[in-house]
């Protein structure tokens, strides 16, 4: 694994407990998940093709049987997503995509619940690990604001936690300083979030780490970090979860002709 760069700032809030981890059973075996994620591939791929998007409906509601409940729960959710799509738009075409097979590794990990992230329990207000540089300095009403650890002066150097189930690392490959903010997409009451500048060395990668194992899926919001409009800012890219869970995946941003693009490593 690449190591993180320094010369980042960060800043998280979080706004109320820790989720506990979910222990539903998923919906699908890892086989059968694949296979319905290549064929959503393939329904999208079809709809850059002809732009019919009454076509690709029909596709995804006859593709939602093959899982249970999947019609009633999930079908209605990959419909609404097909508002994303714009005809003559590769981008909308790809956020599209990203958006539908993030409900189904929602729904499928989240063993149905309409797609919902994993019900949580009570909890009580996060307590710091050792070594995860969570500090205690009040942002304001109801947040706490922690820094990860950074790297020290002199020659010594702060160790970088391991990364959590609920951790992605952002590699930055536009030469552009980027402001990257990640979303812990738990209840609304409970959501967190990271905020980092990863500067404009090419290939610069920093891991945003919540240090929690609630398997949550994350989306992420990309702007110029000297607020310049071009290439123009993106929000709500869904990070498209592995089968065993982020742990410090590789999301790389690029450029996309005059917009951002991000892929999985």
Known sequence: MRSTKTGVSASVDV???????STTAPLLSQHALSEVVRDVRAIMSTLARTENTLQASGRLTRLSARI??????????????????????????????????????RYGHGGGNGGNPPVTGSGSTPTPTPGQGMGGTTAGSGSTTYSP???????????VPAPSLDSVRIENTTGLALVVTIHLNVPQNLQRVITETIPAQQGSI????????????????????NAVQIPPPWTNISLSQPLTGYNGALFTISLFGPNFDVSAS
Do not use: C, K
């Open 15 to 21: 706004l109320e407990p820790r989720v506990q981890p």
């Open 68 to 105: 249970p409940s999947g019609p009633q729960e999930l079908a209605p959710s990959w419909r609404s997503d097909l508002g994303l799509y714009h005809p003559h738009s590769a981008r909308s075409v790809l956020t599209t995509e990203r958006q539908i097979l993030g409900d189904l590794y």
């Open 149 to 159: 650890p950074a790297q020290g002066t002199g020659g010594t150097t702060t160790p």
């Open 206 to 225: 920093v891991l945003f780490n919540f240090g929690t194992a609630t398997n949550a899926f994350m989306t992420m919001d990309v702007s110029r970090a």
